[in-house]
């Protein structure tokens, strides 16, 4: 079965606070996402990967940043949390073959600051 | 991104088929259609898509009409284990490979 997992499902941390959310897969996919998700503003994409150090802006990439230094691991990094960025936080891989581009994803995060 | 709209929310009955509605009236020729549902306290995860062909699956079916402006998941035998949200997304073949997910379809099921 593909895992993807993430290091946490609930995170409590206070405002300033540098957050890293961490994600890995286990199935050599070269494309690997962050999203949010709001109530009532569904999912929506922050950053994404396509390859070991490349790392392209998605919809809503503002106070955040990422890492991907391997190819199993992609970090989402919250510099100085803001009470705005509590949500759900999925992370998902998928394999770069085109027209095949089913995601994966993992349980999510919970993280709320404080 | 175009744009997908579906009904906020549908009920059926266990053991029954259940049909799910999404309109895509500005979907381009390159576009596919994805299907994904999200349980209660999980991550989304894939259901089905297609092209122009109806597709079926061990999950579901998808129903793409001729025009492909509309399209349908059916689940041929609804169980309680089919409650959750479904999103139907438009994705292009060019560009990144994201998902955008819409408002999807509340579905529940009653024993």
């Known amino acids: 079965d593909v895992k993807v997992t993430q290091s946490s499902r609930y995170l409590v941390k206070r405002t300033g606070e540098k957050v890293f959310l961490e994600c890995v897969q286990d199935?050599?996919?070269?494309?690997m996402f962050w999203y949010r998700q709001d109530p009532g503003l569904g999912l929506r994409l922050i950053y994404f990967?396509?390859?070991?150090?490349?790392?392209e802006k998605g919809d809503i990439p503002e106070g955040y940043s990422v890492s991907r230094e391997k190819k199993e691991r992609f970090s989402l990094i919250l510099e100085s949390a803001s009470t705005n960025q509590t949500s759900m936080y999925l992370c998902?891989?998928?394999?770069?073959?085109?027209?095949?581009?089913?995601?994966?994803f993992g349980p999510g995060t919970r993280l709320t600051v404080l | 991104d175009a744009k997908t709209t579906q009904p906020n929310s549908m009920e059926s009955n266990e053991e029954e088929p259940v049909h799910l509605p999404c309109n895509h009236s500005?979907?381009?020729?390159?576009?596919?259609i994805h299907w994904y549902r999200q349980l209660p306290s999980q991550g989304p995860e894939y259901v089905i898509h297609?092209?122009?062909s109806n597709v079926n699956n061990r999950m579901a079916s998808l129903a793409i009409a001729e025009d492909r402006k509309s399209s349908t998941l059916i689940l041929h035998r609804a169980t309680l284990r089919d409650a959750a949200v479904y999103y139907c997304?438009?994705?292009?073949?060019?560009?990144?490979?994201?998902?955008?997910f819409g408002q999807g379809t509340r579905l529940t099921i009653n024993p």
């Open positions: 998902a891989s998928s394999p770069r073959v085109r027209n095949y581009n089913e995601q994966f």
């Open positions: 990967s396509y390859d070991v150090k490349m790392k």
């Open positions: 500005t979907i381009s020729g390159t576009d596919y």
């Open positions: 997304i438009l994705r292009e073949v060019q560009g990144a490979q994201k998902l955008v």
């Open positions: 199935m050599d996919h070269e494309n």
């Open positions: 297609g092209l122009t």
